[in-house]
C-alpha cells in the first residue's frame, strides 16, 4: 500500500482569493518561498483571472516569473479559459488548473458559462497542455454539494470524471466547494472513481466549513486517494459559493497523515512559522487546530 | 446494518467538571431537563466523587434524586469506587460508570492505585451491580495513549476490554481521555473488538484535542461501533478557540451521524439552544462547528 500523501497547497490562490484586502507580490513570493523551504513540493501560487474580478491575484503573471522554482517541485496557477492559460504560459508556470462545475447552476454563477461549455474549454486547454508540454489539472467543483442546486448526484460526478480523464486531464481533483461532503459520501464516490481510473491522477479538495474536513481526508485515504489539496493555516473560503469557509488547514491534513504512519515530506516546524508568517501578513492570526496544538506542545 | 446511533450525553459530567466554578444544583437540574426535552435519552449527570476534589460535581446525589427520568432514558452518574457506587444506589441512579485506565501510571496519578486494584474494584462494582439490579458501564480510559506511558499497545487494551466483558459489563467504553488517538488506530482497535465481541456492548469515548474527534467517530461507525459519548457544544474546552479540549461535541457527532444517514432521535433546534443555554451559564460561549454553522444557515 503507497503509504505516502501529495499535499498541494493551495493557500496562496484559494487562501488569499477571499481575503479583504491584497497582498504586495513581494509578500506572495515569500509566502510561496517559506511554503517551498517548509517542505511544500506541490504549490498553487495564484491565478490568471481578471485583474478587477479578483484584485488579490493581480500580478501573478509577475510572481510566476519571479519564482526560482526547485527541482523537483509543481508550482500550478489556476486559468479559468484560454485567454487565461495563454498568459500562464507567457509567465512560465508548468502546470495549470481548469475548474468545471458540476453543476449547470454553478457554472453559471462562477463563469458565466454553461455546463457543456466549461466542460468544451477544459476539453480545449487539456489538449493545448498536451501540445505545448504543459500539465493540466481539472478540477470538479461542487462535486458533493452545490449551493445553489443543492446534492449532486455521484452519478454525475462519476460521468464528468470520467470525461475528463479520457480528455487526458494529468490529475482530476474532486473539490467539495462548500465543505458539504461527508465522509460516507466521500467513501461511497472515492472508492468508486479509484475502482474505475486507479489513484494516480485522483486527488480530493475538501473544506472545513462543518468540520468534516479531516474526517473527509480520512476517508478518501482510506479509498485509496493519496494527493490532498490543503491551506497553511486553513486559509481562504470561495468568494462565488455563499457558506465556504477555508480549506482543511495544511497543518491538519499533514498532521493526520504522518500520525498515521504516511510521508508527506513536509517539515512540521517550519510549516508552522509559515502559519505565522501569513497570518502577520494579513494581520489576522491563522492557524488550525494541529498548529495550536504542536505549539501549546512546544511551550 | 444498524442505521441507528445511539449519543450518551457526558456534558454534566465530564463536560461540567473541568470548568472554572460551579453551577448551581438547579442550573444543572435545568441542564440535564433540557438536554432530555432535547431527545437525549443517555446522560451522565454527574459524579459520585469527594467534593473536595472536584467540587463541581457536589451534589450529585440531590440532582439525582431531583430529577424525572422519562421512560425509556437512561441516567448515569460516575462512581469511583464502591463506595460511591453506594451513594448513587442511595441516590436511585440506574446506571453506573467505573473508570479502568489501561496504564499503571494513569491509574496511580488518576485515583491513587495499581491497575490490578482498579481492575478489582471494577469488577466487584459490576458484580454488585448484577446482585442490586444496575447496569454498569466500564470505562477503558488512555486506550490510545497515556500522558505519562505514552503510546498504549492494542494488545494490552484487547486484553483488558475482555477482562471487563467477562466480568459482565454492561457496557465497554473505549475512551482517548486525552484526544490523541487518530482513525486509523481507531479503525484497527474497533474494528478488532467488534469483531470480538460484537458491538452491542461497545461504545466510544472521543475529545477533539487534535481536530480529529469527528474522523475518530466515523472510523469507530465504520468499525461497527454505534455507540459514543459527547457533550453538548464541545463543553470541557474552549470550543471556539482553536485548541479546543473538549469532548466531541454532540451536535457535531449528530450532524455527522444524520448527514450520513444514521438516526440518533434528538432534534438538533433544541439540541442548539440547550448549548446556548449551558454557554448561558457559564457565562462563556459554548458549540462546535455544527452550532456556529446551523445557526449561521438560520440566520
Given at each position: 500500500?503507497?503509504?505516502?500523501?501529495i499535499?498541494?497547497?493551495?493557500?496562496?490562490?484559494?487562501?488569499?482569493?477571499?481575503?479583504?484586502?491584497e497582498?504586495?507580490?513581494e509578500?506572495?513570493?515569500?509566502?510561496?518561498?517559506a511554503?517551498?523551504?517548509a517542505g511544500?513540493?506541490h504549490?498553487?501560487?495564484?491565478?490568471?483571472?481578471?485583474?478587477?474580478a479578483?484584485?488579490?491575484?493581480?500580478?501573478?503573471?509577475?510572481?510566476?516569473?519571479a519564482?526560482?522554482t526547485?527541482?523537483?517541485?509543481?508550482?500550478?496557477?489556476?486559468?479559468?479559459?484560454?485567454?487565461?492559460?495563454?498568459?500562464?504560459?507567457?509567465?512560465?508556470?508548468?502546470?495549470?488548473?481548469?475548474?468545471?462545475?458540476a453543476?449547470?447552476?454553478?457554472?453559471?454563477?462562477?463563469?458565466?458559462?454553461?455546463?457543456?461549455?466549461?466542460?468544451?474549454?477544459?476539453?480545449e486547454i487539456?489538449?493545448?497542455?498536451?501540445?505545448?508540454?504543459?500539465?493540466?489539472?481539472?478540477?470538479l467543483?461542487?462535486?458533493f454539494?452545490?449551493?445553489f442546486?443543492?446534492?449532486v448526484?455521484?452519478?454525475?460526478?462519476?460521468e464528468?470524471?470520467a470525461?475528463?480523464?479520457?480528455?487526458?486531464?494529468?490529475?482530476?481533483?474532486?473539490?467539495?466547494?462548500?465543505?458539504?461532503?461527508n465522509?460516507?459520501?466521500?467513501?461511497?464516490l472515492?472508492?468508486s472513481l479509484?475502482?474505475?481510473?486507479?489513484?494516480?491522477?485522483?486527488?480530493?479538495?475538501?473544506?472545513?466549513?462543518?468540520?468534516?474536513?479531516?474526517?473527509?481526508v480520512?476517508?478518501?485515504?482510506?479509498?485509496?486517494?493519496?494527493?490532498?489539496d490543503?491551506?497553511?493555516g486553513?486559509?481562504?473560503?470561495?468568494?462565488?459559493?455563499p457558506?465556504?469557509?477555508g480549506?482543511?488547514?495544511?497543518?491538519d491534513?499533514?498532521?493526520?497523515?504522518?500520525?498515521?504512519?504516511?510521508?508527506?515530506?513536509?517539515?512540521?516546524?517550519?510549516?508552522l512559522?509559515?502559519?505565522?508568517?501569513?497570518?502577520?501578513?494579513?494581520g489576522?492570526?491563522?492557524?488550525g487546530?494541529?498548529?495550536y496544538?504542536?505549539?501549546?506542545?512546544?511551550?
Amino acid at each position: 500500500m503507497n503509504k505516502t500523501v501529495i499535499i498541494n497547497e493551495v493557500g496562496p490562490r484559494d487562501g488569499l482569493q477571499s481575503q479583504d484586502g491584497e497582498l504586495s507580490l513581494e509578500e506572495r513570493q515569500r509566502f510561496v518561498q517559506a511554503l517551498l523551504d517548509a517542505g511544500l513540493k506541490h504549490i498553487e501560487i495564484g491565478s490568471f483571472v481578471s485583474p478587477k474580478a479578483v484584485p488579490q491575484m493581480a500580478g501573478t503573471d509577475e510572481l510566476a516569473k519571479a519564482l526560482q522554482t526547485p527541482d523537483g517541485a509543481e508550482l500550478s496557477a489556476l486559468v479559468p479559459n484560454m485567454k487565461g492559460y495563454e498568459r500562464a504560459q507567457v509567465a512560465g508556470v508548468g502546470t495549470v488548473a481548469v475548474v468545471v462545475s458540476a453543476t449547470e447552476t454553478m457554472n453559471q454563477k462562477n463563469i458565466n458559462m454553461s455546463l457543456d461549455d466549461t466542460m468544451r474549454v477544459a476539453r480545449e486547454i487539456i489538449a493545448r497542455g498536451k501540445q505545448d508540454g504543459l500539465a493540466v489539472q481539472a478540477y470538479l467543483a461542487v462535486a458533493f454539494e452545490c449551493p445553489f442546486e443543492g446534492p449532486v448526484s455521484q452519478a454525475v460526478v462519476t460521468e464528468l470524471a470520467a470525461q475528463l480523464l479520457e480528455a487526458g486531464a494529468d490529475l482530476l481533483v474532486i473539490a467539495d466547494t462548500i465543505g458539504a461532503a461527508n465522509p460516507a459520501q466521500v467513501k461511497a464516490l472515492m472508492g468508486s472513481l479509484v475502482l474505475g481510473h486507479g489513484s494516480a491522477r485522483l486527488a480530493c479538495h475538501f473544506h472545513d466549513t462543518r468540520a468534516l474536513g479531516l474526517a473527509n481526508v480520512f476517508a478518501a485515504i482510506e479509498s485509496g486517494v493519496r494527493r490532498f489539496d490543503a491551506s497553511t493555516g486553513g486559509l481562504g473560503g470561495c468568494p462565488f459559493a455563499p457558506g465556504a469557509k477555508g480549506n482543511v488547514a495544511t497543518e491538519d491534513v499533514v498532521m493526520l497523515c504522518e500520525q498515521m504512519g504516511y510521508t508527506t515530506g513536509i517539515k512540521m516546524p517550519e510549516l508552522l512559522d509559515v502559519v505565522d508568517l501569513i497570518g502577520g501578513m494579513l494581520g489576522r492570526p491563522q492557524g488550525g487546530r494541529a498548529h495550536y496544538w504542536l505549539r501549546s506542545q512546544a511551550a
